[in-house]
Protein backbone atom coordinates (compact mmCIF):
# COMPACT_ATOMS: atom_id res chain seq x y z
CA UNK A 1 0.00 0.00 0.00
CA UNK A 2 1.29 3.96 -0.89
CA UNK A 3 0.49 6.76 0.29
CA UNK A 4 2.22 9.85 -0.89
CA UNK A 5 2.18 13.08 1.36
CA UNK A 6 2.37 16.58 0.12
CA UNK A 7 3.20 19.78 2.01
CA UNK A 8 0.75 21.04 4.31
CA UNK A 9 -0.20 17.23 5.22
CA UNK A 10 -0.40 17.32 9.32
CA UNK A 11 1.09 13.96 10.65
CA UNK A 12 -1.41 13.06 13.61
CA UNK A 13 0.76 13.18 16.74
CA UNK A 14 0.50 9.61 17.39
CA UNK A 15 0.46 6.92 14.94
CA UNK A 16 0.87 2.78 14.94
CA UNK A 17 0.89 0.82 11.83
CA UNK A 18 0.39 -3.57 12.16
CA UNK A 19 2.46 -3.61 9.23
CA UNK A 20 6.22 -2.55 8.41
CA UNK A 21 6.33 0.90 7.53
CA UNK A 22 8.80 2.47 4.51
CA UNK A 23 8.91 6.40 3.88
CA UNK A 24 11.20 8.25 1.74
CA UNK A 25 11.86 11.82 2.00
CA UNK A 26 11.64 13.62 -1.38
CA UNK A 27 11.91 17.38 -0.76
CA UNK A 28 12.61 19.57 3.29
CA UNK A 29 12.49 17.46 6.27
CA UNK A 30 9.63 15.47 7.62
CA UNK A 31 8.68 16.12 11.18
CA UNK A 32 11.37 15.11 13.61
CA UNK A 33 9.85 11.92 15.50
CA UNK A 34 9.79 9.84 18.86
CA UNK A 35 10.20 5.76 18.11
CA UNK A 36 10.98 3.05 20.80
CA UNK A 37 12.04 5.48 23.60
CA UNK A 38 14.15 7.49 21.67
CA UNK A 39 13.76 11.29 20.00
CA UNK A 40 15.08 11.11 16.28
CA UNK A 41 15.45 14.39 14.18
CA UNK A 42 13.96 15.29 11.16
CA UNK A 43 14.39 13.10 8.38
CA UNK A 44 16.19 14.74 5.21
CA UNK A 45 15.44 14.58 1.96
CA UNK A 46 17.18 11.33 0.61
CA UNK A 47 16.47 9.32 3.26
CA UNK A 48 14.88 6.31 4.24
CA UNK A 49 13.03 5.70 7.19
CA UNK A 50 11.58 2.04 8.66
CA UNK A 51 9.03 1.53 11.36
CA UNK A 52 8.28 -1.98 12.61
CA UNK A 53 5.05 -3.13 12.55
CA UNK A 54 3.00 -2.27 16.17
CA UNK A 55 5.37 0.58 17.37
CA UNK A 56 4.56 3.84 18.40
CA UNK A 57 5.52 6.70 16.66
CA UNK A 58 5.05 10.00 17.92
CA UNK A 59 5.29 13.47 15.82
CA UNK A 60 7.41 15.93 17.69
CA UNK A 61 5.61 18.75 15.40
CA UNK A 62 2.83 20.52 15.78
CA UNK A 63 0.99 22.11 12.13
CA UNK A 64 1.41 21.56 8.92
CA UNK A 65 4.91 19.63 7.42
CA UNK A 66 6.57 21.08 4.51
CA UNK A 67 8.12 17.68 3.55
CA UNK A 68 6.71 15.74 0.34
CA UNK A 69 7.13 11.71 1.30
CA UNK A 70 5.76 8.83 0.29
CA UNK A 71 4.83 5.67 2.71
CA UNK A 72 4.97 2.49 1.82
CA UNK A 73 3.21 -0.24 4.15
CA UNK A 74 3.75 -3.67 3.79
CA UNK A 75 0.81 -5.64 4.88
CA UNK A 76 1.82 -8.97 4.13
CA UNK A 77 5.24 -9.66 5.67
CA UNK A 78 5.76 -12.43 3.34
CA UNK A 79 7.97 -10.76 1.16
CA UNK A 80 10.15 -9.29 3.86
CA UNK A 81 10.57 -13.36 4.94
CA UNK A 82 11.48 -14.41 1.39
CA UNK A 83 13.88 -12.41 1.40
CA UNK A 84 16.01 -13.39 4.77
CA UNK A 85 18.33 -16.35 5.34
CA UNK A 86 16.32 -17.91 8.40
CA UNK A 87 12.83 -17.66 7.89
CA UNK A 88 12.43 -14.94 10.86
CA UNK A 89 11.44 -11.39 10.38
CA UNK A 90 14.05 -8.77 10.56
CA UNK A 91 14.84 -6.19 12.99
CA UNK A 92 16.02 -2.57 11.87
CA UNK A 93 17.63 -1.24 15.01
CA UNK A 94 17.63 2.86 13.57
CA UNK A 95 14.97 4.43 12.00
CA UNK A 96 16.14 6.43 9.37
CA UNK A 97 18.71 5.52 6.78
CA UNK A 98 21.26 7.67 4.28
CA UNK A 99 21.22 5.09 1.99
CA UNK A 100 21.37 6.86 -1.27
CA UNK A 101 20.80 3.73 -3.79
CA UNK A 102 18.05 2.14 -1.16
CA UNK A 103 16.05 5.51 -1.65
CA UNK A 104 16.51 5.44 -5.48
CA UNK A 105 15.33 1.96 -5.40
CA UNK A 106 12.01 2.83 -3.36
CA UNK A 107 11.42 6.35 -5.65
CA UNK A 108 11.87 4.06 -8.53
CA UNK A 109 8.91 2.00 -6.88
CA UNK A 110 7.20 4.98 -6.06
CA UNK A 111 7.17 5.71 -9.88
CA UNK A 112 6.16 2.62 -10.84
CA UNK A 113 3.53 2.14 -8.98
CA UNK A 114 2.08 5.26 -10.10
CA UNK A 115 2.55 4.84 -13.58
CA UNK A 116 0.77 1.59 -14.30
CA UNK A 117 3.47 -0.62 -14.31
CA UNK A 118 1.98 -4.53 -14.57
CA UNK A 119 1.79 -6.63 -11.33
CA UNK A 120 4.70 -8.90 -11.93
CA UNK A 121 7.46 -5.92 -12.55
CA UNK A 122 6.10 -4.25 -9.01
CA UNK A 123 6.63 -7.27 -7.16
CA UNK A 124 10.32 -7.92 -8.84
CA UNK A 125 11.19 -4.43 -8.33
CA UNK A 126 10.09 -4.48 -4.44
CA UNK A 127 11.56 -8.19 -3.91
CA UNK A 128 15.00 -6.17 -4.87
CA UNK A 129 14.92 -3.32 -2.50
CA UNK A 130 13.66 -5.79 -0.05
CA UNK A 131 16.77 -7.70 -0.35
CA UNK A 132 18.95 -4.36 -0.29
CA UNK A 133 17.26 -3.37 2.50
CA UNK A 134 18.02 -6.62 4.82
CA UNK A 135 20.94 -7.25 3.77
CA UNK A 136 22.25 -3.63 4.17
CA UNK A 137 20.89 -2.73 7.24
CA UNK A 138 18.69 -5.62 9.01
CA UNK A 139 19.88 -7.37 12.40
CA UNK A 140 18.79 -10.81 13.36
CA UNK A 141 15.39 -10.97 15.54
CA UNK A 142 17.28 -13.04 18.02
CA UNK A 143 20.64 -10.99 18.06
CA UNK A 144 18.22 -8.23 19.27
CA UNK A 145 17.79 -6.91 23.23
CA UNK A 146 14.93 -4.43 24.53
CA UNK A 147 16.41 -4.11 28.00
CA UNK A 148 14.02 -0.91 28.28
CA UNK A 149 11.11 -3.68 27.47
CA UNK A 150 11.31 -6.42 29.89
CA UNK A 151 9.14 -9.66 29.49
CA UNK A 152 6.19 -8.52 31.74
CA UNK A 153 5.77 -5.34 29.92
CA UNK A 154 6.05 -7.42 26.24
CA UNK A 155 3.54 -9.77 28.20
CA UNK A 156 1.04 -6.88 28.47
CA UNK A 157 1.62 -5.90 24.83
CA UNK A 158 0.72 -9.07 24.19
CA UNK A 159 -2.16 -9.13 26.10
CA UNK A 160 -3.14 -6.13 24.20
CA UNK A 161 -2.62 -7.11 20.83
CA UNK A 162 -4.58 -10.08 21.24
CA UNK A 163 -7.70 -9.22 22.98
CA UNK A 164 -8.79 -5.90 20.76
CA UNK A 165 -12.61 -6.93 21.08
CA UNK A 166 -12.33 -6.86 25.00
CA UNK A 167 -12.30 -3.89 27.59
CA UNK A 168 -9.35 -5.06 29.61
CA UNK A 169 -8.63 -3.28 33.04
CA UNK A 170 -5.78 -2.20 34.31
CA UNK A 171 -5.91 -4.16 37.12
CA UNK A 172 -5.96 -7.25 35.11
CA UNK A 173 -3.12 -6.00 33.13
CA UNK A 174 -1.00 -4.75 36.34
CA UNK A 175 -1.86 -8.17 37.78
CA UNK A 176 -0.17 -10.28 34.15
CA UNK A 177 2.58 -8.14 35.03
CA UNK A 178 3.45 -8.39 38.75
CA UNK A 179 3.21 -4.54 38.97
CA UNK A 180 0.83 -1.88 40.79
CA UNK A 181 -1.19 -0.26 38.28
CA UNK A 182 0.55 3.14 39.04
CA UNK A 183 4.50 0.83 37.88
CA UNK A 184 2.86 -0.38 34.85
CA UNK A 185 1.17 3.05 33.81
CA UNK A 186 4.99 4.62 34.21
CA UNK A 187 7.01 1.69 32.77
CA UNK A 188 4.99 0.85 29.62
CA UNK A 189 4.49 4.43 28.79
CA UNK A 190 8.49 4.59 28.94
CA UNK A 191 8.55 1.22 27.03
CA UNK A 192 6.26 2.14 24.31
CA UNK A 193 5.64 6.03 24.37
CA UNK A 194 1.57 5.87 25.84
CA UNK A 195 -0.10 4.59 28.39
CA UNK A 196 -1.34 0.77 27.90
CA UNK A 197 -5.32 1.92 27.08
CA UNK A 198 -3.84 4.32 24.53
CA UNK A 199 -1.51 1.98 22.74
CA UNK A 200 -4.96 -0.39 22.38
CA UNK A 201 -6.61 2.47 20.89
CA UNK A 202 -3.90 2.71 18.21
CA UNK A 203 -3.59 -0.69 17.79
CA UNK A 204 -7.49 -0.49 17.28
CA UNK A 205 -7.42 1.97 14.58
CA UNK A 206 -4.43 0.58 12.83
CA UNK A 207 -6.54 -2.60 12.73
CA UNK A 208 -9.64 -0.63 11.51
CA UNK A 209 -8.19 1.05 8.91
CA UNK A 210 -7.87 -1.68 6.68
CA UNK A 211 -11.27 -3.07 7.34
CA UNK A 212 -12.74 0.16 6.23
CA UNK A 213 -10.37 -0.44 3.43
CA UNK A 214 -11.98 -3.43 1.74
CA UNK A 215 -15.42 -2.14 2.39
CA UNK A 216 -16.32 -3.45 5.78
CA UNK A 217 -18.97 -1.21 7.19
CA UNK A 218 -18.29 0.91 10.17
CA UNK A 219 -20.79 -0.79 12.23
CA UNK A 220 -19.14 -4.08 11.94
CA UNK A 221 -15.58 -2.46 12.26
CA UNK A 222 -16.77 -1.36 15.73
CA UNK A 223 -18.16 -4.60 16.54
CA UNK A 224 -15.43 -6.90 15.58
CA UNK A 225 -13.05 -4.61 18.06
CA UNK A 226 -15.13 -4.33 20.72
CA UNK A 227 -16.33 -0.48 20.62
CA UNK A 228 -19.90 0.05 22.58
CA UNK A 229 -20.81 1.67 18.69
CA UNK A 230 -20.00 3.19 15.96
CA UNK A 231 -19.80 6.42 17.36
CA UNK A 232 -17.11 5.31 20.03
CA UNK A 233 -15.23 4.04 16.51
CA UNK A 234 -15.77 7.40 14.89
CA UNK A 235 -14.76 9.57 17.97
CA UNK A 236 -11.28 7.50 17.99
CA UNK A 237 -10.76 8.44 14.23
CA UNK A 238 -11.80 12.03 14.79
CA UNK A 239 -9.01 12.25 18.11
CA UNK A 240 -6.37 10.43 16.21
CA UNK A 241 -7.14 11.66 12.26
CA UNK A 242 -9.30 14.62 12.23
CA UNK A 243 -12.19 12.43 10.40
CA UNK A 244 -14.69 9.81 11.37
CA UNK A 245 -14.20 6.12 10.72
CA UNK A 246 -17.19 6.43 7.72
CA UNK A 247 -15.73 9.40 6.23
CA UNK A 248 -11.98 7.92 6.32
CA UNK A 249 -13.69 4.57 4.32
CA UNK A 250 -14.88 6.96 1.49
CA UNK A 251 -11.79 9.09 1.36
CA UNK A 252 -10.08 5.53 0.83
CA UNK A 253 -12.73 4.71 -1.77
CA UNK A 254 -11.99 8.25 -3.40
CA UNK A 255 -8.25 7.61 -3.91
CA UNK A 256 -6.74 7.83 -7.08
CA UNK A 257 -6.78 4.62 -8.95
CA UNK A 258 -2.89 5.24 -9.52
CA UNK A 259 -1.63 3.59 -6.90
CA UNK A 260 -1.57 -0.72 -6.24
CA UNK A 261 -0.47 -3.50 -3.56
CA UNK A 262 2.73 -4.95 -4.13
CA UNK A 263 1.81 -7.94 -1.79
CA UNK A 264 -0.71 -10.90 -2.10
CA UNK A 265 -3.87 -10.79 0.39
CA UNK A 266 -3.63 -7.06 1.06
CA UNK A 267 -5.89 -4.37 1.54
CA UNK A 268 -6.92 -2.19 -1.33
CA UNK A 269 -4.41 1.16 -1.53
CA UNK A 270 -4.49 4.23 -0.09
CA UNK A 271 -3.50 8.36 -0.19
CA UNK A 272 -5.42 9.52 2.51
CA UNK A 273 -2.54 10.11 5.10
CA UNK A 274 -2.99 7.16 7.17
Known sequence: ?????????????????????FTIT????APPLRYRGKEYPPAAAGTVTVVQPDEVVQSLLTGPTAAYFATFALLDP?????????GELPIFDRLTYTDR??????????????????????RSMFASVLARL?????????????????????QVRQILSERLDTNIGLDE??????????????RFRQAYGVPPHRYRTLLRLATARPLLAQGVSATE??????????????????EALGISAGAYARADADAPSATTNVSPNTTPPSCNGQ
Open 1 to 21: MLSVHAPDYTHPEFVLNRAHT
Open 26 to 29: FGDT
Open 78 to 86: QPLLDVTTD
Open 101 to 122: DLFSGFAMLHTALTDGTDDTTL
Open 134 to 154: VSRHATAARATTEAHRPAALR
Open 173 to 186: LAAAAGYSRHHLLR
Open 221 to 238: VAARLGYYDQSQLNRHFR
